[in-house]
């Protein structure tokens, strides 16, 4: 239990070049939440994150075929099954404006696009660019100071700025979900060096520099650079807290080490065409990725988060699961059950890979909860059928209670072409968010508490 000493929440273990900020600790709550119930559970803050995919899915092995509460997780989603009762699966909902609307083809681009703006994006394969503000921003516009980024914008696709990449679409809709108005996308960090020095550098350029060659040269660690101050934490705090900070550096640690092994196995690589530090392996980068936003939540570095799994329109072969032809060709499945079997494999291996964030949240206590008890995670894409490019009932789940305010373990299927954007209106909502309006929404789904 926590005595008398009392830090603040934004406190970080600084050394060169290094802020670290910390997770929650019983030390940064007042004595009279300690006792838990639910004005502690209120002094936790709710976080939000979107998680797309690309290509739809194969959505007879998505969706369950029961509603409410007893349901069994189809083939897809199955990977899911120990969070499920942290789970809604949300069948029926649409996003109308990714249609074409006398726009004529380039789906893949308005799919995501559209995904968290609901705004119909200007066709246009040059500067004059123009879609809408997505939801993430909105949120991120209101609570954002509240935390030391804003907003945090992951990817594992590295993307494309410019040029023509669907139909007459601008590259910039098919590798950019979020934007922070009609016309300035968000463009994802797929590096995650980069992210790991974001979280944990000081925001001082030069001095971010000379830390990462003093490391090199040394071969020393974050940590190395905070030791005296977290000694010197760690001799103040109750037990409780002890082990959890412990446990906490071991997991930068860890990840440290996973994220320059990745860099030398890339570097041994020459023939490789991506950045310095992207993994080659594709589901070790999705695995980092993940672990760097649940790790940016746990610190409260930021409440609000995007993670572009692949950009809509991809083309990624999986061999190592048996789909060796390109993601989207097979998309093009044509009722051909082969295809869409192996369709259905790349959106398991999608949710695996979706299952490890859950992991870690579920595992990271917050008071009497957890950290996924805190947050709103949705997972899904902005095309349900890849052969039709439909845009309605398409594969949504949100993973997280919310803070006590979505009542979760249920299949809940809405009426036909019932706006997503309902979705971010009834999250915004949760976050302190008033908006009353979000791209086509109609109103917020009371069915989620």
């Known amino acids: 239990m926590q005595g008398k000493w009392h830090i603040p929440r934004r406190t ?23 006792a838990g119930g639910a004005e502690a559970a209120k002094a936790f803050p709710k976080r939000m994150a979107f998680v797309y995919v690309p290509n739809g899915a194969n959505m007879t092995d998505w969706t369950p075929t029961t509603v409410g509460a007893d349901f069994k997780l189809p083939y897809i989603l199955e990977p899911l099954e120990p969070f499920q009762k942290e789970l809604l699966i949300l069948s029926g909902l649409a996003q109308d404006r990714a249609a074409a609307h006398g726009d004529g083809a380039g789906d893949h681009a308005r799919a995501s696009a559209t995904f968290l703006t609901g705004c119909q994006a200007r066709k246009t394969a040059g500067a004059d660019i123009k879609v809408g503000m997505s939801v993430d921003q909105l949120a991120a516009a209101k609570v954002g100071r509240q935390t030391r980024f804003a907003s945090l914008e992951l990817g594992c696709d590295r993307s494309q700025k410019a040029g023509n990449c669907d ?12 934007w922070k108005t009609e016309s300035t996308p968000m463009p994802p960090e797929v590096n995650p060096r980069l992210v790991f020095e974001r979280l944990f550098g000081n925001g001082k350029r030069d001095e ?19 030791l005296s101050e977290a000694d010197q934490l760690r001799g103040n705090l109750g037990y409780t ?35 310095t530090g992207i993994p080659q392996d594709f589901e070790q980068h999705t695995e980092l990725m993940f672990d760097l936003l649940a790790l940016a939540f746990q610190t409260d570095s930021t409440r ?16 190592g699961i048996g789909a060796p032809e390109g993601h989207h060709d097979l998309s093009h499945h044509g009722s051909d059950e ?16 979706f299952a490890r ?9 917050e008071g009497d909860g957890t ?65 009353e309006k979000v791209g086509d929404s109609t109103g917020k789904l009371v069915e989620l508490s």
């Open 12 to 34: 970080f273990l600084k050394g060169l070049g290094t802020a670290m900020a910390l997770p929650m600790l019983e030390a940064m709550l007042p004595g009279s939440l300690l």
């Open 167 to 178: 139909s007459g679409y601008s590259c910039a809709y098919s590798y950019n979900i979020s």
């Open 208 to 226: 971010t520099q000379e830390k990462r060659a003093r490391r090199k040269r040394y071969q020393t660690s974050i940590l190395d650079f905070v």
């Open 241 to 275: 807290d002890r082990h959890k900070l412990e446990e906490y550096l071991t997991g930068i640690r860890e990840l440290e080490q996973r994220i320059e092994r990745a860099e030398h196995f890339a570097a041994v690589n020459p023939d490789y065409k991506c950045p």
């Open 304 to 319: 609000i988060s995007t993670l572009l799994i692949a950009h809509d329109g991809s083309n990624r072969s999986y061999p």
């Open 338 to 353: 082969v295809k869409m079997q192996k369709i259905a494999k790349i959106n398991r291996f999608h949710a695996k890979q």
């Open 357 to 365: 964030l859950l992991q870690k949240l579920s595992t990271t206590q």
């Open 371 to 435: 950290l996924l008890d805190n947050c709103m995670i949705v997972y899904g894409s902005g095309i349900s059928d890849g052969n039709t490019h439909s845009h309605h009932d398409l594969p949504i789940v949100v993973a997280g209670r919310g803070g006590g305010t979505i009542q979760a373990g249920r299949h809940i299927r809405f009426g036909e072409a019932t706006p997503l954007n309902n979705l971010y209106l009834s999250m915004l909502d949760r976050m302190g968010v008033a908006a």
